[in-house]
């Protein structure tokens, strides 16, 4: 381990894990550690026996739920968007090889008391039963501009600058009313709350925009796909990307302890009496605890179930978002289902999970309207974490740590924080100009 490595990185989440992989890529030396035995840290799958040691101790799995090998559950449980970044760097970095996906069969929204599909374009906003006549004519017009709307070509502009008018603006002028303005800007554009909407415009037509056409890429029931296996099989697919370029991996690695010089910067890692010395160091919170800020808590309930979500068109899969103003919150809430068509449990079992950034120290009844949507549950789970952001400054001491994962069900402020650090760290831009029909034949949909 005495060595000398351009990155050290600490922590296998799936944050740490595609850093590793990209930096490996481009030829820097990379020492990779864990202080546990087990790939994906806080994002990794729990098989049946190893959630009933989290969350009920030394009790053991009634044995009606089926063989406990055959269970991957996620505990950071995300969907990918079909053409979103992160599907752009797997297709990048060639991990795809590694892994096989599948559609995801619905996305749903929540609006007054019941669960509808999402309408994300002109022809599902005229069949949609969220909107009555006169205002499906008005967000059918909407959709036609998002969809027209180039950068490059002011004529599909009709006016607008979207740097600068706001999203407030540019639905005021398209005449939609809170409702519509509620499934748009929370179950198409993926906003976690309402600020967007004094935000320039621009941002949140890219997001319809991608939301469409993830869509229609693969003609499934929503813009989302998801790895059989769950997602634990991610963190280890970077991690055998960076293995190929050179990487080394060290799990179960105690105490990992960063070591600074005199100036402050950082010079390697001990563990077990050994110092590696590197540049830099690449973490998530829990390496530098005194680099980082607590901004909130995720509450999230686990659901095991023997039946799909009712009143969701019999999916096997589905996401629905629970906009913020549908349940008089400061941010949304989410409900993510699988099953064993992803091959997450056994035949006829489903895992769903119901999440949101806690507003309360009680998430039984915080949670309760998505637990609401469930349905009977055979077994439920219920769980708290601290989120937290970094708050050092890189270029002074030459940590890069990744923030907490957030309450969404979908990846794409998580790829945002990775390529954002990346940029940190190489002082470079991952090119995600893929051509993404490459990813076909390693992909199961």
């Known amino acids: 381990m005495d060595e000398e490595y351009d990155v050290i990185v600490l922590g296998t ?4 894990c595609i850093l590793s992989g990209l930096l490996s890529v481009d030829g820097l030396k990379v020492l990779h550690m864990d202080r546990n035995d087990y790939y994906g840290g806080d994002s990794t799958s729990l098989n049946l026996n190893q959630l009933w040691k989290k969350f009920r101790g030394e009790e053991k799995p009634p044995a009606h739920l089926g063989a406990s090998r055959d269970y991957n559950v996620d505990m950071v449980p995300k969907f990918m ?3 979103g970044t992160l599907v752009r760097t797997l297709i990048h970095t060639d991990v795809t090889k590694y892994l096989s996906f599948k559609a995801v069969d619905g996305s749903y929204v929540f609006s007054k008391g019941k669960i509808h599909k999402v309408p994300a374009t002109d022809m599902e906003a005229l069949r949609s039963p969220l909107m ?13 501009y998002v969809q027209d709307y180039n950068d490059a070509d002011p004529k599909t502009h009709q006016g607008c600058d979207l740097t600068r008018m706001t999203t407030k603006e540019l639905i005021a002028k398209h005449g939609l009313s809170d409702d519509t303005v509620d499934f748009i800007g929370h179950a198409l554009a993926l906003h976690r709350d309402d600020r967007y909407l004094n935000e320039p415009a621009i941002d949140t037509v890219k997001r319809m925009k991608l939301y469409a056409e993830s869509l229609a ?16 099989e991610l963190p280890q697919a970077f991690a055998r990307l960076s293995a190929v370029y050179g990487g080394t991996y060290m799990l179960n690695k105690p105490e990992c302890k960063v070591e600074f010089d005199m100036e402050g910067k950082v010079c390697g890692v001990t563990s077990e009496g050994e110092t590696a010395k590197c540049k830099k160091v690449v973490c998530d919170p829990s390496y530098l605890p005194n680099k980082v800020r607590k901004i909130g808590k995720v509450a999230r309930a686990i659901a095991i179930m023997s039946h799909p979500i009712p009143n969701a068109n019999e999916s096997h899969s589905v996401q629905i978002i629970l906009p913020q103003k549908q349940l008089g919150r400061r941010s949304d809430m989410y409900v993510f289902c699988c099953s064993y068509t992803h091959n997450v449990a056994p035949k006829g079992k489903f895992i769903a999970f ?92």
């Not at 989440?13 to 740490?16: I, R, T, Y």
């Not at 831009?429 to 076909?440: C, I, K, N, Q, Y």
């Open 13 to 16: 989440g799936l944050k740490e």
């Open 81 to 83: 968007m079909a053409n």
């Open 132 to 144: 009555g006549l006169f205002e499906k004519r008005r967000a059918r017009n909407f959709f036609i």
């Open 217 to 232: 890429r693969f003609q499934g029931g929503s813009p989302y796909i998801y790895p059989l296996y769950g997602l634990g």
């Open 354 to 445: 119901v999440s949101a950034e806690a507003e309360t120290d009680n998430p039984q009844s915080e949670l309760k309207p998505g637990i609401d949507l469930l349905g009977s549950v055979d077994e439920l789970f219920f769980d708290m974490y601290d989120r937290y952001e970094p708050v050092n400054e890189p270029s002074l001491d030459n940590c890069f740590v990744s923030a907490s994962y957030d309450a969404t069900t979908h990846f794409e402020t998580t790829v945002t924080d990775v390529l954002n650090m990346y940029t940190m760290i190489t002082g470079k831009t991952v090119d995600l100009s893929v051509d993404l029909s490459a990813a076909s034949a390693a992909e199961e949909y």
